[in-house]
Structure formats: structure tokens, C-alpha cells
């Protein structure tokens, strides 16, 4: 194992919690620092629920495989370790905290950041609000709001990205962030996730998409194919545009092929 | 910037407060209860005749009338009230000025954080420790306009036609059972009077604490708002831990005329082992405007309602309340609207949050008489469940009468979830910080009511609350 990777993902099982259902049938994926990776694939085939175990859902038990984060191993951490050690998770159905203003929520997670005794300056982290809000083109207002409390698809999604701003991350994995935004705020979002590496040319980017119209703000290093929990294909920018073009139709077709050999082999 | 994001970390915990100074009272009545005791309550006040008979009338009433069985459990009480002190006078004399103080009470005063809410300039403060007012100031200003800001004993004693005059008019001693005992043998409280007319601009605060072991408490408060007149009581109380049953039994009568305003807020955090059974009424008459803002922590049981009785044209009423019950704990509140007049509309706003084995109801009343024309009213109850072994029901009771009346209930039950924690922890917080968030959270919308201090220390005592409670 290199410690050159950031994030080394092996031979990863994982299946859903208190159910017989496996999902994840043995990922392998490297990623280096500053390197953006992106996974696409169709409905099912498991992306999103890659994003949620490496950040650590109880909804999902690993069942057998390895993941490196930061050169230690993350799979006997809780969700909040990951977090500070560097990881972040962009929801793709982020989740409703009534009565939590954006502001007090992300005061909470840098306090959440520092030792006891010491304590966030309230001044500082306004300033901060505030800078990386305009970065997202954000309404200061914004962050009086309760978070995602009757936020609209696209709110949730930019309420996502400026966490991600606020905390800033050593990677960021982009749970399909691009769905349920029209144009505008897909290339605001974009900007931002530009800057933010720009400001930190090391930050790596795990990117779940189903469509290519992403791809063309945010510029993937690596682009993997998953299909029914496995990644059946990597290479540069050209496979994204290989599937834009072509669908997943001949994966599918591969997979179900290579389940009926497994099939005859056992038999 | 919202008051619960503001300073964390005053050292407001629970165990800070569980202090309790070397008692120092002077005299004290038997254990227990009986004509004697109420007498000696009496003659030690140098009571007129009418109240001496008032309290021995309530007595019977008191005795005569049978435990309820509804309600919080109440089974063990009738034998801790037979170890009660119901009279303890700390000290033989008011006290008029800070340094009068003696050291052991002002130093309790002071953990309390008195003298620094007096910088604050948070208006007159009265004290009131164990069963009488020690201390007690009041702005100068509102001296010269008529406002009245006494105990209750100097109520009495000062102004008798003004007190005599709507004393138990509220509620009266055959009210229930606990107001019958309260009114036999009452001691300490508030009494104020604001006349016609005036606003005032900062609070009314009152603080107070039961100090002594095995000590019941019988604050007796009565608030006059005159006509037009504006003004805003606080009360918050917290009590040392102590090992054996305590028990608290209020009764606060307010009276609102024409046009007046008047909110009542209150933050109590009783000890664990606190019977904390309290009558509260306002009486509301045309066009004006009462408010209580009630949070419940602590305590064994808490039964309490207030309530708003809008007798007037146009009365308006509004109860807000927060429950917080944990292990062992049953906090049985929630709100009383009665509408006797045309164009009344009130509203509850009740939120509770349960924790371990801890049970909070919700018990509400809206009973529109017929005569109440275009009586308006609506009751919001939402219960936060933190661990699967907490409890939290809803009695609702509405009797209408009146043929034109529009009267809303809303109830919703929710429970701290996975996802929501996941969320949250995503972001680096501990489970324990996740869930403080979400209660406070859930809370806030009457919490932002709270003037900063108490929101700040509800908030406190929130994170406290959530330390252990994972798993």
C-alpha cells in the first residue's frame, strides 16, 4: 500500500445492515492527493452507496475489504472520526435539522474541530461565513435559515457545497451533487469546488454523477464505471464521453454475461 | 445573532447548583400538618383576622378533598407530606439593602448570579430565599410611578384594601386540592401591582430556591396588571439535589384589565426528587393580552397547566411550553384556554422532549362557553423522543359550546433518527453533540422567546442532559 494515495479503496464488500443483501462486491479504487475520480454508472449499481459506507452510514455493514484514509485505516472509525481526519460526504438527500440555523450547525462542526479549551472566534467565523458564501453567490440571510428546512432540491445541494467550503476537506466525496440543479447553479457550484481546490491543490475529489454535464466544469483525472457493485471499467476523460455517447447498455450486458459463466462454473 | 448561539461554558450545570449553604433559619414549625401549624404560620406573619381564617378554612377544604388520580403518580405523597417543614423563616427581618445580606445567603445569591443581573440593570430583583423574600429592590422610577414589586407578606401588610380585594379571586381555595393546601399554609411570593396606564421596559425578575431538606414550598403570587398597563415577570428557580422527597406547591393568580399586557415567564429545574405541583391562572378581560412562557426541567413529577380565562371582548392568550423529562422523571404540562367572551382567540404551544425512561404528557384544555362568538383557538403539541425506552402521550380535551367557534389541534410525535445523526456526525460532531443540536434544535421556537440568560442556561443544561445518553 502506497502512502502516496490519500484514499486506498480493497477488494471492498459491504452489504445492507440486518438484511442479506450485498451491494458492494469487491471495489478496489486509489486515489492520490489532488486527484479528482469520478464514478458513474446506472441506478443500482451501487455509487452512492459507496459514498455512504466510506463515511462511515449504520445503514451498511463491510463485509469484507480494506479502506486507507490519510495512511490509517478507516473502517473501525465512527462517522465524526472520519470527518476529522479530513473526510466529507456531500449528501445526495441531505438531511432536515429544524430549528438549526446553518451558522450555529457549522460553528458547531469547527468547534467540533478544535481541543477542549479552545474555542471558535465568533468573529472570525463570521467573516469566514460570509467570504464563503459569496464564493457560492450566496445571500448572507442564507445562514440564519434552518439547515435544509424547507430548502429547495437546488438550496440543499448548495447548503452541501458551502459546508464543504467552511470545513474544507482533504477529500470531498460529491454524492450526484449535480442532481436537481439547473445550469446556473451547477456552474456556481462548480466554481466553487474549483476554488476550493485552487486554495488547496491537495484536496482530492471523489465524484458520483450520472451524466457527463458535470464533468465538463469539474475535470475528473480518473473515471471509473460501476456496475452492480463492482467497477467494471477506469480510465481518463474519454470513458465519460464514451458513456455519454454509447449508455451502459454493453456493461450490463458484460455483467450478466459474466454472472452466467460464474454460474456455469459452479454448477 | 441567535441566542443560543451565544457564550456557552458559564458553568450552569447542574451539580454547580446542587450547593446548599448551612441553614440558618430562625424558626421553624413540626413536621407535618396540621390546625396548629397553620396558626403559628399566621400569628408568625402577624396576620389581620380574615387571613388566619381564610388559611384554616383552606385547610378543611384541603383535607376534605381527595388525592387525584389523574394525572402523574401521586401514591407516595401523602407520606412525604407528613415529614414536610411547611413553615421555615430564615431570617426575622427584611432585608432592604445588598450588604445587609448575611455572608452565607448572599454567597448563594451570588453563585445564582444575582448581583451580576442587577448589572445587567434587569430591573427590580426580589429574592426570595427559602420561604421568604430577603431581599428585595426596586427601581426608584417605578416607585414613583405606583408600581408595586413586594413580597407577599409585605403585599398583605402594606396594601391590604388593593390585596384583599382580588387575593383568591383567581383561584380560590376549593380550586383543587393542592391550591386548598397551598392557601393554608402559603408563605413567600410575589406581589405586584401595575397601575393604569404605565409600560415597563425591563423585567421584573424573581429568583428563588428551596434550601432546605425536607422543606415544602408554598409560594403564593399575585399580579395586578391595571388597565393599559404593560409589563414582563420572570421566575426562574433551581434547587440543590437532595436525597429525600421535596415538595413544591405554587399558586400564581394574575388579574389583566381592560387593554393591559402582561407576559409571565418561568424556567424551573427542580431537583429529582421535587413534587412540583403548581396552579397558575390569569384572568383576562377585554382586549387584553396574556402570556406564559413555561419551561419544566427536573423534578420527580411535574403537574402543571397555566391557564388563561379571557372573560373579556377580545381577550387574547397564549401558552408556550418546553418539558424536558428524564430518567425517572414524569413532566405532566400543558396549557388551560377558557373562552367566556366573543372575539377571544388564544393559542398552546406545548414542546417536550423525553429522555431514558422519562415520560412527559401533554394535557390541555380548550373549552369555548357558549356567548364566546368567533372564539378562535389553536394547540400545537410535538413530542421529541430520544431513546426508544422514553414515553410521551397527549390528552387533549376540547368542550365547545358556542356555535361559531374555530378551534385547530395539531399534534406531532417525533424521534431523534439515524439519519439525522448521521448527518450530522458526518460533519464531526459526536453523537452526543449531534442530539444536544437536534433538542435544541427542536426547542427553539420557544426557546428564541427566553431572555438570553435563561436561553443560554437551557441550552447548558441541554448538552448536560446529553452526556450518557447514547447507547
Known amino acids: 500500500m502506497s502512502d502516496t494515495h490519500i484514499l486506498t479503496i480493497t477488494d471492498l464488500h459491504a452489504k445492507v445492515t440486518d438484511e442479506d443483501l450485498e451491494i458492494l462486491k469487491g471495489v478496489d479504487i486509489e486515489i492520490r492527493p489532488g486527484e479528482i475520480h469520478t464514478i458513474m454508472g446506472p441506478n443500482g449499481s451501487g455509487k452512492s452507496t459507496l459514498a455512504k459506507v466510506l463515511a462511515g452510514h449504520p445503514e451498511y455493514e463491510v463485509t469484507s475489504g480494506d479502506v486507507v484514509f490519510e495512511g490509517q485505516p478507516l473502517l473501525g472509525l465512527e462517522p465524526n472520526e472520519r470527518a ?101 447553479a451547477l456552474q456556481i457550484v462548480a466554481h466553487g469546488v474549483n476554488t476550493l481546490r485552487e486554495e488547496n491543490p491537495k484536496m482530492a475529489i471523489l465524484l458520483i454523477t450520472h451524466y457527463q454535464r458535470l ?53 | 445573532m441567535p441566542q443560543n448561539e451565544l457564550v456557552e461554558g458559564l458553568g450552569l450545570d447542574e451539580y454547580q447548583y446542587g450547593f446548599s449553604d448551612d441553614e440558618a433559619h430562625v424558626y421553624r414549625t413540626k413536621p407535618g400538618l396540621s390546625e396548629e401549624v397553620v396558626r403559628q404560620i399566621s400569628k408568625h406573619k402577624e396576620e389581620p383576622e380574615w387571613m388566619l381564617e381564610f388559611r384554616l378554612k383552606a385547610l378543611k377544604i384541603y383535607e376534605s378533598k381527595p388525592m387525584p388520580t389523574w394525572g402523574g403518580d401521586l401514591s407516595h405523597l401523602e407520606a412525604t407530606l407528613d415529614e414536610i417543614y411547611f413553615y421555615v423563616k430564615p431570617q426575622d427581618q427584611m432585608e432592604r439593602s445588598w450588604d445587609d445580606v448575611p455572608d452565607n445567603i448572599k454567597n448563594t445569591f451570588e453563585r445564582l448570579g444575582i448581583p451580576e443581573a442587577e448589572q445587567k440593570l434587569l430591573a427590580g430583583v426580589g429574592a426570595q430565599y427559602e420561604s421568604e423574600m430577603v431581599y428585595h429592590s426596586l427601581k426608584e422610577e417605578w416607585a414613583s410611578q405606583g408600581v408595586i414589586f413586594d413580597s407577599i407578606e409585605d403585599g398583605l401588610k402594606n396594601h391590604p384594601d388593593l390585596f384583599r380585594e382580588h387575593f383568591a379571586t383567581v383561584i ?116 387584553a393580552t396574556m402570556e406564559w412562557l413555561d419551561g419544566n426541567l427536573g423534578s420527580k413529577l411535574t403537574m402543571k397547566y397555566p391557564s388563561c380565562y379571557l372573560v373579556g371582548e377580545g381577550a387574547h392568550g397564549d401558552i408556550m411550553s418546553i418539558a424536558y423529562a428524564s430518567d425517572g422523571q414524569h413532566q405532566d404540562t400543558g396549557g388551560k384556554v377558557v373562552h367566556v367572551a366573543p372575539n377571544t382567540t388564544s393559542s398552546i404551544t406545548s414542546k417536550s422532549v423525553s429522555k431514558g425512561h422519562g415520560r412527559s404528557s401533554y394535557r390541555g384544555l380548550c373549552k369555548v362557553y357558549d356567548g364566546a362568538h368567533n372564539a378562535r383557538s389553536n394547540v400545537e403539541c410535538d413530542a421529541l423522543l430520544i431513546n426508544s425506552t422514553s414515553r410521551t402521550d397527549t390528552y387533549p380535551y376540547i368542550e365547545i359550546e358556542g356555535k361559531q367557534a374555530t378551534v385547530g389541534h395539531e399534534a406531532t410525535v417525533s424521534k431523534i433518527g439515524d439519519t439525522q445523526l448521521f448527518y450530522l456526525m458526518s460533519r464531526g460532531l459526536t453523537k452526543e453533540e449531534a442530539m444536544a443540536l437536534i433538542v435544541r434544535g427542536f426547542i427553539e421556537p420557544i426557546a428564541k422567546e427566553l431572555p438570553l440568560e435563561y436561553a443560554v442556561e437551557l441550552n447548558r443544561l441541554i448538552e448536560l442532559e446529553m452526556e450518557g445518553s447514547v447507547g
Open chain 2, 172 to 287: 380560590p381555595a376549593a380550586d383543587n386540592k393542592f391550591a386548598a393546601l397551598n392557601s393554608a399554609v402559603w408563605s413567600g411570593g410575589s406581589f405586584v401591582y401595575i397601575p393604569k396606564g404605565v409600560e415597563l421596559k425591563t423585567p421584573l425578575q424573581a429568583y428563588f430556591r428551596v434550601n432546605q431538606e425536607r422543606m415544602g414550598q408554598f409560594e403564593r403570587t399575585l399580579i395586578i396588571m391595571d388597565e393599559g398597563a404593560q409589563a414582563h415577570y420572570i421566575e426562574g428557580c433551581t434547587a440543590p439535589v437532595y436525597s429525600t422527597d421535596s415538595f413544591h406547591s405554587g399558586v400564581i393568580e394574575i388579574i389583566l384589565k381592560k387593554d393591559s399586557r402582561f407576559r409571565y415567564t418561568t424556567i424551573q429545574n427542580w431537583s429529582n426528587n421535587m413534587y412540583n405541583l403548581v396552579t397558575q391562572r390569569a384572568v383576562v378581560n377585554e382586549n
Open chain 1, 84 to 184: 476529522l481526519a479530513g473526510m466529507f460526504l456531500a449528501f445526495q438527500y441531505p438531511t432536515e435539522i429544524p430549528g438549526v440555523s446553518i451558522a450555529n450547525f457549522l460553528r458547531t462542526a469547527l468547534q467540533a474541530r478544535l481541543g477542549d479549551g479552545e474555542e471558535v472566534d465568533l468573529f472570525d467565523f463570521q467573516d469566514e461565513l460570509l467570504d464563503r458564501m459569496k464564493l457560492l453567490d450566496m445571500d448572507p440571510t442564507f445562514a440564519e435559515r434552518p439547515v435544509n428546512d424547507g430548502f429547495s432540491g437546488g438550496e440543499k445541494k448548495r447548503n452541501e457545497i458551502l459546508q464543504m467550503a467552511v470545513l474544507r476537506p482533504s477529500l470531498a466525496l460529491m454524492d450526484e451533487t449535480d442532481s436537481g440543479l439547473d445550469i446556473d
Open chain 1, 215 to 267: 464533468l465538463n466544469y469539474i475535470q475528473p483525472d480518473v473515471v471509473h464505471v460501476m456496475v452492480a457493485g463492482r467497477i467494471v471499467r477506469s480510465g481518463g476523460p474519454e470513458v465519460a464521453i464514451a458513456l455519454e455517447e454509447q449508455g451502459y447498455a454493453d456493461w450490463k450486458v458484460q455483467e450478466e454475461e459474466e454472472e452466467e459463466q460464474e454460474e456455469v462454473v459452479t454448477a
